[in-house]
């Protein structure tokens, strides 16, 4: 029993005092918050995924209104890309390592006072170029495959 507390504490990175004393609705909307955006994430994932797996077969297609069907499939990815982008907002964390700090239940005020705007680009700037270049070579792969196939 003393065991799951220590780790409760530790995981919302506060003392054995406060999480006693402490106030349990916080804690529970932290916890909810923590999972809203886990699903959020996991949903953009699978439409981004499903939108490059789809571009193959429906460039190949003669049909002109399947065409729409990649854009419908974006919708649910960039409604959870803005839902995430809002809450990393609300709680200011910008950074790839405060991102995991957060998600781990760990502290990021020591991380946002190590933020460099320079360092912070590049990291952007890094991110999109791996999604793009993963994004390209799903659409390139399901081009491949479709041709193969049809």
Not at 72 to 91: N, W
Not at 115 to 138: D, H, M, P
Request: glycine content about 2%; charged content about 20%; overall charge positive.
């Amino acid at each position: 029993r003393s065991a799951s507390i220590l780790l409760i504490s530790s995981i919302f990175n506060i003392s054995l005092d406060e999480l006693v004393k402490g106030d349990l609705p916080t804690m529970k909307n932290q916890v909810l918050h923590r999972k809203k955006e886990n699903t959020s994430s996991w949903i953009m994932l699978l439409s981004f995924l499903l939108t490059a797996l789809s571009i193959g077969p429906i460039l190949l297609s003669d049909n002109i209104l399947i065409l729409s069907i990649p854009f419908l499939l974006l919708i649910p990815a960039l409604y959870c890309s803005y839902r995430i982008d809002s809450f990393k907002k609300s709680i200011d964390i910008k950074t790839y390592s405060e991102i995991i700090a957060y998600t781990q239940g760990k502290n990021v005020d020591e991380l946002r006072k190590k933020r460099n705007k320079i360092s912070y680009f590049f990291e952007q700037f890094a991110i999109l170029t791996i999604f793009i270049i993963v994004f390209v070579g799903i659409c390139v792969l399901s081009i491949t495959m479709a041709r193969f196939f049809m």
